[in-house]
């Protein structure tokens, strides 16, 4: 499967643009539509239409491990919640929700998106308000019939 027009939109929504490379809420350096990589350095700057292109570049790496690690048929919210879930989080592999889905729980599946709500800030694990709210729309998004 591929990411849909409208999954795209949705983690861009949730990515938002930065044409200047920052730090996120991990001090990860950051930039575009939530590019990382050894490549993004402090002062960094990007055009959209190269942020545009890196997205899909990256879009395309989660697709694949999508696609590698789900073991049933899925509609395309679900994908699309998974490629977004696996792009901000890089957890799919090591999730509960991948054996949930893979036993066939879809809506345990979905509820286990929401545990992954947390970042490491100053060595230590907490909660974080943005990352709870985007849990939500996946799971909210996975869970929508096509």
């Known amino acids: 499967m591929r990411i849909s027009r409208r999954g795209v939109a949705f983690i861009k ?3 938002g643009f930065e044409t200047r ?3 996120d ?3 990860v350096l950051t930039i575009g539509y939530g590019h990382t990589g050894s490549e993004v350095v402090d002062g960094m700057e990007i055009t959209e239409r190269d942020a545009e292109a890196l997205l899909r570049c990256d879009l ?3 697709e ?3 696609n590698d690690l789900v073991c049933v048929a899925l509609n395309q919210n679900e994908f699309d919640a998974l490629v977004s879930f696996e792009f901000n989080t890089g957890g799919l592999d090591r999730s509960t929700s991948l054996r949930r889905l893979n036993n066939g729980d879809r809506r345990g599946a979905a509820k286990a998106l929401l545990w992954w709500n ?3 800030i100053d060595g230590v694990l907490r ?3 943005g990352l709870s709210r985007r849990r939500e729309a ?3 998004l996975f869970l929508t019939p096509a």
């Open 60 to 62: 395309a790496a989660r």
């Open 138 to 140: 996946e799971a909210a």
């Open 127 to 129: 909660e974080v308000a």
């Open 21 to 23: 490379a920052y730090r």
């Open 13 to 15: 929504r949730w990515e």
């Open 64 to 66: 694949r491990t999508v």
């Open 25 to 27: 809420v991990a001090e």
């Open 118 to 120: 947390k970042a490491r």
